[in-house]
C-alpha cells in the first residue's frame, strides 16, 4: 500500500498475526497462521472440492515486508470452514457468525481496528487493509474488505469483482465531515491528509478520526460457475486488470502455482509493492 511512512518489522508482524485472530474471535471464531511466503491445501470434507494456494513476494520499497496472510479449514459446529485473508501492512458485544454473518464479520473488522488502535504503543502506529473470505462446506462464500486489498471471482470465465475499493475521493464527504481533507498532489494519488491511499483501514492512530473501519461484505452461493477466487493485495491489482489476472491462470489447476504465477507477472510488470496472493479453487 502506498503511504508516506511504514511500520517496522516486527511491529508489522505483530499486528497482523494479532488482527486476525481478533478478527476472527470477533466473528465468533478461532484461527490460527502461518508466516510462509509459498504453500497450497484442500479441504478434507467439504461436499465439494476446495484447494488453495498462496504466494507472497516482498516489495521493492525498501521497507522490510508488511504483507501477511491466513489460510486454513477449521470444523465448527459440524460444519467446515475455509478461512482466507491478506493483511496488506502500512505502518464487545458478539453476533452469533451462524445466525447473522454479515453482522458478526462487520463487528470483527470494528473489534479488531478497536484492539489496534487501543494497543497502538506495542504494535506500533501503522495499519492495514484487508480482504477476508470465508467458504462455508464448500457451498458459500463469505467476502469482506476495508482498502484497497481486492477478491476477484472467476465466474464462467469472466472476472467478477467481489469487493470495493475505498479510495478517498469516493469518501471525500464523510472524510470531511469527520474533519479530515483529500489531497492529490502533482504526479500522486488522492490521499486523506495528504497520507494514506485508502479511506478504510485498520489501525492508523494519526487518522483514526478520518478513516472507516466499516467493510463491505458480500455472500456468494458457490455453484457450478464458479471456477476460483483471487484475494491479492493492491501490489498485485496496481499492475493488473482483474480479467487480466482471471485470464493469465485460468489454465493453471494448481492453485498455488497459480498463486505465483500472478506474483511474478506483477513483478515482470515493475510492481515496486509487497505482492500477496491467495488462490481458492472450487472442484
Avoid at 91 to 97: D, E, H, Q, T, V
Amino acid at each position: 500500500m502506498s503511504r508516506q511512512s511504514v511500520a517496522s518489522e516486527a511491529g508489522a508482524s505483530h499486528f497482523t498475526t494479532s488482527s486476525f485472530h481478533k478478527f476472527m474471535c470477533g466473528a465468533c471464531l478461532n484461527s490460527s497462521s502461518s508466516p510462509d511466503s509459498s504453500g497450497k491445501g484442500k479441504s478434507k470434507s467439504s461436499i465439494k472440492k476446495l484447494s488453495h494456494g498462496f504466494h507472497l513476494v516482498e516489495g521493492k520499497c525498501g521497507h522490510a515486508m508488511e504483507d501477511y496472510h491466513v489460510s486454513e479449514y477449521r470444523k465448527k459446529k459440524n460444519h467446515e470452514l475455509g478461512l482466507f485473508a491478506i493483511f496488506d501492512g502500512h505502518l464487545g458485544n458478539r453476533p452469533n457468525f451462524w445466525k447473522d454473518p454479515a453482522t458478526a464479520i462487520k463487528n470483527a473488522y470494528r473489534s479488531t481496528n478497536h484492539f489496534i488502535l487501543e494497543n497502538s504503543m506495542e504494535l506500533g502506529p501503522g495499519g492495514s487493509t484487508a480482504v477476508t473470505a470465508i467458504v462455508i462446506d464448500g457451498k458459500g462464500l463469505w467476502v469482506a474488505n476495508i482498502g484497497d486489498s481486492r477478491a476477484v471471482v472467476c465466474e464462467g470465465g469472466l472476472a467478477i469483482q467481489l469487493t470495493v475499493d475505498h479510495e478517498p475521493h469516493t469518501e471525500r464527504k464523510r472524510i470531511e465531515k469527520q474533519g479530515g481533507f483529500v489531497i492529490t498532489l502533482p504526479g500522486d494519488v488522492p490521499r486523506v491528509n495528504g497520507q494514506l491511499a485508502v479511506a478504510r483501514a485498520f489501525g492508523d492512530q494519526c487518522l483514526r478520526a478520518q478513516l472507516s473501519s466499516e467493510p463491505d461484505v458480500r455472500y456468494e452461493p458457490i455453484d457450478s460457475t464458479m471456477d476460483f477466487v483471487i484475494l491479492a493485495s493492491d501490489g498485485l491489482w496496481k499492475v493488473m486488470k482483474n480479467q487480466e489476472a482471471v485470464d493469465l491462470v485460468k489454465p493453471i489447476k494448481d492453485p498455488r502455482a497459480a498463486a505465483k504465477r500472478l506474483t511474478a507477472e506483477a513483478l515482470a510488470r515493475k510492481s515496486k509493492d509487497d505482492i500477496s496472493c491467495i488462490v481458492i479453487r472450487f472442484g
